[in-house]
């Protein structure tokens, strides 16, 4: 009777340690800044195709960091610039 309980509290407390892991695992997760190519890949679409969890973890991740949002934009107007160009050549060729 008494190991039994000895055995559900062991279990209870593992289940504890573990959601507390899950938990801080996913916080770290939010804070670590997203790697340039992610960053380019969520901008065109790429990411949620190649990882439903990276995809998550981005937009988790943008939501409350600043320095990310400036580099997305950032990469926003680059890829505008770019498109822009691209287009000035086709419009001057034709
Ligand atoms: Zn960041």
């Known amino acids: 009777m008494s190991s039994l309980y000895v055995y559900g509290y ?3 407390t593992s289940a504890i340690i573990f ?3 899950l938990i801080s695992k ?3 997760a939010t804070r670590r800044h997203i790697e340039e190519e992610n960053l380019e890949d969520f901008w065109n679409g ?3 195709n190649r990882s439903e969890d990276e995809y ?3 937009v988790n991740h943008l939501g409350v960091c600043d320095e ?3 580099r997305l934009d950032d990469i926003t107007q680059n890829n505008k610039a770019r498109h822009n160009v691209d287009e000035g ?4 060729r034709f």
Request: with cysteine.
């Open 89 to 92: 050549i086709i419009t001057r």
């Open 19 to 21: 959601v507390i892991y």
């Open 46 to 48: 790429r990411l949620r």
């Open 68 to 70: 990310c949002q400036a």
């Open 26 to 28: 996913q916080l770290l």
């Open 56 to 58: 998550r973890r981005v």
């Open 10 to 12: 062991i279990l209870f």
